[in-house]
């Protein structure tokens, strides 16, 4: 990018040739940038995702999880925000003059939250399937790092799959009793 700067100062007209094709070059290698810097901070994103699950999970489990617990997870996941909106709204109301801090942080956490929701009800939110016996071995091999979440196999993971999952469960449960 330096270099081409200093070429761009070389060029006498603006208009000229030389100085439109290293314009050119310029946008191109700019918007490499920013769609590198827009995967990686997908990956980051759902790195912390997965690190939070990992953490919930009790380390010497070996058995994938049931749906039902499965959901139980998702349902904390999505309520990880109370204790700061709670906090928020605490400070925000001790003074008049402090209805507004931390209004931007807290419209953040809304929207996100609402995102999530919204996402785990209908298509799905991206995540790995603690149901499977494979993902979920490949959760806890998983080094923790950004950059190897994209060697993971992530699924859509919504609230309509698991009551799916938990059907046969159920059906089976009742085949023992009978």
Not at 62 to 88: G, V
Not at 101 to 117: P, Y
Not at 138 to 147: C, I, N, R
Request: proline share 3%; charged share 30%.
């Amino acid at each position: 990018m330096a270099n081409l700067r200093k070429e761009l100062e070389k060029c006498k007209h603006p208009n000229s040739r030389k100085t439109k094709a290293l314009g050119k070059k310029a946008r191109r290698q700019n918007n490499k940038h920013k769609t590198r810097m827009g995967h990686a901070i997908k990956s980051n994103i759902m790195g912390e995702k997965l690190s939070w699950f990992l953490g919930q999970i009790d380390e010497g489990r070996t058995t994938p999880l049931t749906p039902q617990e499965f959901e139980d997870l998702i349902a904390l996941y999505l309520k990880r925000f109370d204790e700061e909106l709670e906090q928020i709204a605490l400070k925000q109301s001790i003074g008049k003059h402090r209805a507004n801090q931390h209004a931007a942080r807290q419209d953040v956490i809304k929207i996100t939250l609402e995102r999530e929701r919204n996402e785990y009800q209908s298509g799905g939110m991206e995540m790995l399937n603690l149901c499977d016996p494979l993902k979920f071995k490949m959760l806890f091999d998983w080094d923790g790092s950004a950059l190897s979440v994209q060697h993971l196999k992530l699924d859509l993971v919504s609230f309509n799959m698991l009551q799916r999952l938990k059907e046969p469960q159920a059906t089976g449960q009742q085949m023992e009793t009978a």
